[in-house]
């Protein structure tokens, strides 16, 4: 039974950061597809970032610059480090696994606001 378990998130300032953590079990993590979507009210889930097991890394165009995805196989986990937060970046960010299916976290909120 695969399990993602997010943590992590939180209230932050605007321009402040935060580091999210995805901890997999279940799966064999060094050959997954690990990737951070998120979801805001009213909104579709989107990606934010994904990490292939070489290395190849995309970002949504929204994020690019402020956001690093990053991924330790021995410790099973996955790194999402958010820098310069903004209000529009508040969602639930959920971390993704994909090895011929698609796996989901519960999600971790993230609120952006002074």
């Known amino acids: 039974q695969v399990q993602l378990a997010e943590s992590g998130g939180g209230l932050v300032q605007p321009g402040g950061s935060l580091r999210l953590s995805c901890v997999a079990s279940?799966?064999?993590?060094?050959?997954?597809?690990m990737g951070w979507y998120r979801q805001a009210p009213g909104k579709q889930r989107e990606l934010v970032a994904s990490?292939?097991?070489?290395?190849?890394?995309n970002y949504a165009d929204s994020v690019k610059g402020r956001f690093t995805i990053s991924r330790d196989n021995a410790k099973n986990t996955v790194y999402l480090q958010m820098n310069s937060l903004k209000p529009e970046d508040t969602a639930v960010y959920y971390c993704?696994?994909?090895?011929?299916?698609?796996?989901w976290g519960q999600g971790t909120q993230v609120t952006v606001s002074s």
């Open positions: 279940g799966i064999v993590f060094r050959i997954a597809t």
């Open positions: 993704n696994a994909y090895l011929f299916a698609n796996y």
């Open positions: 990490i292939q097991t070489g290395g190849t890394i």
